[in-house]
């Protein structure tokens, strides 16, 4: 009797089995805390929606970590579908000849109408190629896209006697609020997460002025660093000594003055629009979230700022059905209602202008004001020199950018001597580049 | 070496089949990996392999041009002193200790060899934590102290923390095998050393130290390849290589050059010179310091 029952199991499991014929599709991401929740939850109404695919969301870890993971997977022959690769592997992955698929071809293969014009151009634009054999075609699909923000704390704001309502525009105006907070006793007036990507890369489009020439990358592999302007100076000049007055307090490399701001250490800080989903959920006060502060006598501030975050790009060597089943989850991702609703949750950009639309159409900005900074921000008409900014070897230049201005923020040098060391130091990177990637 | 007992072995085939696991196991994870950073060190790669170009010597000459790499050189000598030279000598203080115990001491052994277990990045993460600037626990009370403390902008406090960090990880190791040395000496030659007048400082200096210098030794070697190998984790979890390149040892560069900035070409040419350093030492260690050492 008992054999029979569980006979009998059997059968019907492998029954269930075999009528579900789904297909995986593997994602690897790198989106932890709050943003974890998220990409989970868009997998798990993707899967819900349809039948035919699945999609398995694994996090791998912080974005150099899952981009090294998913390399090693390639070589090995076992990658991921889909990977998110953040900003600054673009240009690392565009020349990944023969290991991507670009996601125009994607959607072709998979049947699916796709029209990039239906992106906020800022956003498109950056994940398109611009030379080279797909010159002109997207070539991965913008997901999670931020950008630089101002982001601050209200309470700390009412503490030190400030109106917390009227967040510091200029920069100017930022050191004169940081002086009030640390007179009011504040230990940690004013951080930044990501010096390179706020203080030189977004700084620059904000002013429109060029950060590498070349149009910062997009115009070929010769760019050349280019922040050793005398706004460049005056600006990191202007954050050392604020940095020596103790008005701006460096919280270490990459997010990690994050922590800093949302704990409530710091009252005020730059970094990732993105980062709004994590505050929104920790932060024990009320914060604002404000654009990027600028130079006021600098002609054509401000412009617009520069993009962040990742996106997901189709690994090479998959089944045809596989690509039809990442098809079908990029245009579930486009949708107008799933990616308001992303926008909403996460503080990234809204991916597609009817998104944009419908947000702005559901109340959304204003009643949660802050939100809309990001994408007033970026979806202004951008010019050759505020487009954003795509080098080879990013990671490496970046992270000389951090070395080199440790040395500026603890005294020991000055704020030229930092700049000029990181662009030579920085435009080897770029040679070396162009060289091995240059034919 | 008189005393020493010779087994013969009749077969011929026995010794090598005894040896084989060992040697496949050195073949596979040993020279096989070396083998691949060796050919990789005169390639390059794009980052996903699809396209490889042979430079030659290239990624070398790339290497000893860049200043900073030759200056990583000297902050890799003074930390791997430091390393091995605190780590052996409180590994050493501990044992002895640990040796007096009479009670309990099974107690002790255990928690001082616990930290073994702990992974690198874990131990990194673990004294950041303490040492953080703002949140950590040490930190805390060396301000209530009027030291100032920040090794995110301080390379004096960063190497400090780097190292606490990497001895504190080996010390375990260390301990474990001073205490086993410790042990293994005859009881009977410190007590005559005692009855002929000898003070404990004495005794330790003139018997109990010369009989723990095979162990002393094969613990410098170990230690020095430690430091050298396998202490990315503590820094890439502490530091990150900063503040600037301060405390970018030889194989933060390898690790960070390889796995973070994708280059595998200059990474794999750094793990070869540093496989050249590691083996040079060795054997100066060997030829040199090992004339001292006296095997029972």
Redesign the interface.
């Known amino acids: 009797m008992l054999k029979k029952v569980t006979l009998a199991a059997l059968l019907l499991s492998l029954g269930v089995g075999t009528s579900h014929a789904q297909t995986e599709i593997q994602w690897w991401h790198s989106m932890g805390g709050a943003l974890g929740d998220w990409v989970n939850d868009l997998a798990k109404d993707f899967n819900a929606s349809q039948k035919d695919y699945k999609i398995v969301p694994t996090f791998k870890g912080s974005y150099d970590e899952s981009m090294a993971a998913a390399i090693a997977a390639f070589r090995a022959g076992n990658a991921p579908h889909i990977l998110q690769v953040f900003e600054v592997g673009t240009a690392t992955m565009m020349a990944s000849k023969g290991a991507v698929v670009p996601v125009t071809e994607v959607m072709k293969l998979g049947g699916v109408k796709f029209d990039p014009a239906a992106y906020v151009p800022a956003v498109a634009g950056y994940y398109t190629a611009t030379v080279g054999p797909y010159s002109g075609q997207m070539l991965s699909f913008p997901f999670n896209s931020s950008t630089t923000v101002f982001h601050y704390n209200k309470d700390a704001f009412k503490a030190a006697g400030l109106d917390p309502s009227k967040p510091p525009s200029t920069w100017p105006e930022v050191a004169l609020a940081a002086a009030k907070l640390k007179a009011s006793g504040h230990k940690c007036p004013f951080t930044t997460s990501w010096v390179s990507w706020t203080q030189l890369e977004s700084f620059s489009a904000w002013h429109n002025v060029e950060f590498a020439t070349k149009n910062n990358g997009f115009g070929g592999l010769d760019t050349r660093l280019a922040f050793n302007t005398p706004l460049h100076v005056r600006h990191i000049e202007n954050l050392a000594n604020m940095a020596k007055q103790g008005l701006f307090v460096y919280k270490g490399r990459g997010n990690a003055a994050d922590a800093a701001f949302v704990s409530g250490e710091c009252a005020m800080m730059t970094g990732s629009s993105g980062l709004y989903a994590n505050v929104k959920k920790s932060a024990k006060f009320a914060f604002g979230i404000a654009p990027l502060p600028y130079y006021p006598d600098v002609p054509g501030a401000p412009q617009n700022t520069v993009i962040g975050g990742a996106s997901l790009w189709v690994m090479a060597g998959k089944k045809p059905p596989e690509y039809k089943g990442v098809a079908q989850f990029f245009a579930y991702l486009s949708r107008p209602e799933v990616a308001s609703e992303s926008h909403k949750r996460t503080g990234y950009l809204p991916v597609t202008k009817a998104a944009y639309e419908l947000t702005d159409k559901s109340g959304f900005y204003k009643d949660n004001p802050g939100t809309d900074v990001a994408v007033t921000q970026m979806i202004r008409k951008t010019t050759d020199k505020s487009r954003g900014v795509r080098l080879g070897n990013f990671v490496q230049v970046r992270t000389i950018i951090d070395e080199e201005f440790e040395g500026v923020w603890a005294g020991k040098r000055t704020a030229k001597e930092g700049i000029d060391a990181a662009i030579k130091r920085g435009n080897e990177q770029l040679e070396r580049f162009q060289k091995a990637n240059g034919k | 070496m008189s005393t020493e007992k010779r087994v013969q072995l009749r077969a011929r085939v026995l010794p090598w089949l005894l040896l084989a696991p060992q040697m496949a196991v050195i073949g596979v994870f040993f020279f096989w990996p070396a083998g691949q950073a060796l050919l990789q060190s005169l390639q ?1 790669q ?6 490889t170009e042979w430079v030659g010597l290239a990624n070398f000459r ?1 290497l000893l041009a860049d200043p ?1 790499y030759l200056e990583s050189f000297r902050i890799t000598a003074v930390f791997a002193l430091l390393v091995a030279g605190l780590g052996l000598a409180l590994a050493l203080l501990l044992a002895v200790m640990a040796d007096r115990v009479v009670r309990g001491a099974g107690v002790y052994q255990t928690l001082l060899v616990w930290p073994y277990a702990v992974a690198p990045a874990i131990a990194g993460v673990l004294w950041l934590f303490m040492f953080a600037p ?2 950590g626990v040490l930190s805390y009370a060396l301000e209530r102290l009027g030291v100032a403390w920040n090794p ?3 390379s004096g406090d960063a190497t400090t923390l780097i190292v606490l960090a990497a001895v504190w990880k080996q010390l375990s190791y260390n301990f474990l095998f001073f205490l086993a040395g410790l042990q293994a000496i005859p009881r009977s030659l410190i007590e005559a050393a005692a009855i002929d007048g000898a003070r404990p400082w004495r005794r330790f200096w003139t018997i109990v130290f010369p009989l723990l210098s095979p162990t002393s030794f094969f613990l410098l070697v170990i230690n020095i390849v430690y430091a050298f190998f396998d202490t990315f984790g503590i820094v890439d979890a502490a530091t ?6 301060d405390t970018a040892v030889l194989v933060y560069k390898v690790y ?1 050059d390889g ?5 595998l070409g200059g990474s794999a040419a750094q793990s070869v010179v540093l496989m050249g350093v590691v083996i040079a030492l060795t054997v100066v260690q060997f030829r040199y310091v090992e004339r001292r050492v006296q095997y029972g």
């Open positions: 390059q794009d980052a996903f392999g699809t396209s790339q900073s703002s949140i995110l902008l301080d990150r290589g900063g503040p600037g390149k960070y796995f973070k900035a994708m280059d």
